[in-house]
């Protein structure tokens, strides 16, 4: 009887051709009749020779990784052509070996990329499967490529390679997002809301403006990234186990051929820190904090009682009880998958904080929280760039939400003081003038020229100050446009804004 793997699949599923990698695992690896790595006698451990006895099937399992590292097997293949013609251009293999192993990997990332690789338990993870695999396909040549390297200094390469590719990946994404939130903010440069300090009504703002605050945070994020990319493209070929290799290897060339900036300057140091990917976790779950922020504003904003905004329908789901349900299921999850991201970060830093020099194998359990980060921000990004596109805007409801607040007391007191009145004293003026709005029930901005005088009466030179163009100043449109320096509100700042962000992103590599 086969027992499935324990082990998590939900990595597997996200690439076309892995999940079928995995149901061959559960078939592989489970037969509990038969533990013993006998039942492979054609792959014999790769350190048989030490030990007298085999691990257990749950010993086994527990240290494998080619549930999850299977994933990096491009990376891999790369890191090993790569190596491999390294050796051969330095006289330490033959070229008629580099021919083999050029043939043997062609041969193993078609049958990976056709889902018909046969990845075996016993070989614990990526590398000593895909190695096998060479070695029962070409022979000693095969048994050649590991010289003056270690798994060590191969999983370090690998991971970063893949990393590479993933930061690339959220980047081209981060940008796609920016430029459909650029295309909402320019169809609403115009467009009047509130703005608000802790949720209450503070002063106009255009909703344009609004969504730039969202279009400066993520490029950030892009910026966080791009650094990012910069300390993981480091070659660690080469370190070896965590010495450096004693064979004349030219690390440089390596590092060259797969596009990596320079070397790691110190083996100890390439085969053990994993910072990169703590550096990822972290702008990844900065990212994550902004989609979240955005999210809550969505929620809050489709809310009936606010209805600034609608989402489109294929963003929510009804509920199986209520009929008039419309749930922003979509935002609620990017808010929720967010400490999901949060704890990934975490799980990296505490994963490295108690490590002594060199690689332990604590780092193998570097890759799902990476794997699963990189996943959810990519899902994410994707998603939102749709979402944020669709959202229809209730201009109406919004300006009548502006309308409530006394938005623009603040303009009033600012006229004042521009009238020559210390900014203390219209400060209490206008405050009594918004009291005695409140009492008839009105928005300050609807009282009339005299009712504003009579209020402001009881502070001294607040009175006389007040003009007819007191109530152009303090409409909403007047407050807007008054905020014209850079990073202001006004339309015409916003439309420039948008203007210079596009440029930026023309810019961005
Ligand atoms: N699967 C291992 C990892 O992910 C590869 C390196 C193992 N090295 C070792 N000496 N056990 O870290």
């Known amino acids: 009887m086969l027992r499935p793997h324990p082990a998590p699949l939900r990595t597997w599923g996200k ?113 000593l499967n895909i190695e096998k695999r060479l070695t029962a396909l070409v022979g000693d040549a095969g048994k050649r490529l590991h010289t003056g390297r270690s798994r060590n200094d191969q999983v370090a390469t690998d991971i970063r390679l893949w990393l590479r590719d993933a930061i690339d990946r959220i980047l081209e994404l981060i940008a796609v997002f920016q430029h459909r939130l650029l295309e909402v903010a320019e169809a609403h440069a115009d467009t009047p809301m509130p703005g608000f300090t802790h949720l209450q009504v503070a002063q106009p703002v255009t909703f344009g403006h609004h969504l730039l605050a969202y279009f400066e945070m993520t490029r950030r994020d892009f910026e966080r ?86 989402l489109a329908d294929r963003f929510c789901t009804g509920s199986s009880i209520m009929p008039q349900k419309k749930n922003p299921d979509v935002p609620e999850l990017v808010r929720g998958k967010t400490g999901r991201v949060n704890g990934h970060l975490i799980a990296l830093l505490t994963l490295m904080k108690g490590q002594p020099l060199a690689y332990n194998k604590d780092n193998q359990e570097d890759k799902e929280p990476l794997f699963d980060t990189a996943d959810t921000v990519t899902d994410t990004l994707r998603i939102y760039a749709d979402m944020i596109s669709g959202i229809q805007v209730k201009a109406h409801n919004m300006r009548s939400a502006l309308a409530q607040g006394h938005a623009t007391a603040t303009d009033l007191a600012d006229y004042l003081v521009k009238k020559g009145l210390p900014f203390r004293s219209a400060h209490e003026a206008v405050a009594l003038a918004v009291r005695a709005a409140e009492e008839r029930g009105l928005d300050l901005s609807r009282l009339s020229l005299d009712e504003l005088r009579a209020a402001l009466s009881k502070v001294p030179g607040a009175a006389e100050r007040l003009d007819e163009n007191a109530l152009a100043a303090i409409s909403i449109e007047g407050s807007l446009a008054s905020r014209a320096h850079t990073g202001g509100t006004a339309p015409d700042t916003v439309r420039a804004a948008i203007q210079c962000a596009r440029n930026s992103l023309l810019r961005k590599p």
């Open 15 to 127: 690439l076309p051709g892995f999940r079928c990698l995995a149901e061959k695992h559960q078939t592989i690896m489970t037969s509990p009749q038969n533990p013993s790595p006998s039942d492979f006698p054609d792959t014999p451990k790769t350190w048989s020779g030490r030990f007298a006895e085999p691990v257990s099937d749950l010993v086994k399992r527990y240290t494998a990784s080619v549930f999850f590292d299977q994933r990096m097997a491009t990376q891999d293949i790369r890191g090993s052509l790569a190596h491999a013609r390294m050796l051969a251009r330095q006289g330490i293999l033959s070229q008629s070996d580099l021919g083999d192993i050029e043939r043997g990997m062609a041969q193993i990332a078609d049958e990976i990329s056709r889902g018909e690789f046969r990845w075996n338990l016993d070989d614990e993870d990526v590398h």
């Open 225 to 310: 990234f791009t650094d990012c990319r910069r300390r993981t493209n480091r070659l660690p070929l080469g370190a070896a186990a965590l010495a450096g290799a004693s064979y004349p290897i030219d690390r440089e060339s390596v590092a060259a051929e797969l596009g990596f900036d320079e070397v790691c300057r110190n083996s100890l140091d390439a085969v053990s820190d994993r910072d990169f990917a703590i550096e990822f976790c972290a702008a990844a779950a900065l990212l994550m904090t902004h989609l979240s922020r955005l999210s809550e504003e969505l929620i809050l904003w489709m809310n009936p009682r606010v209805g600034f905004i609608d």
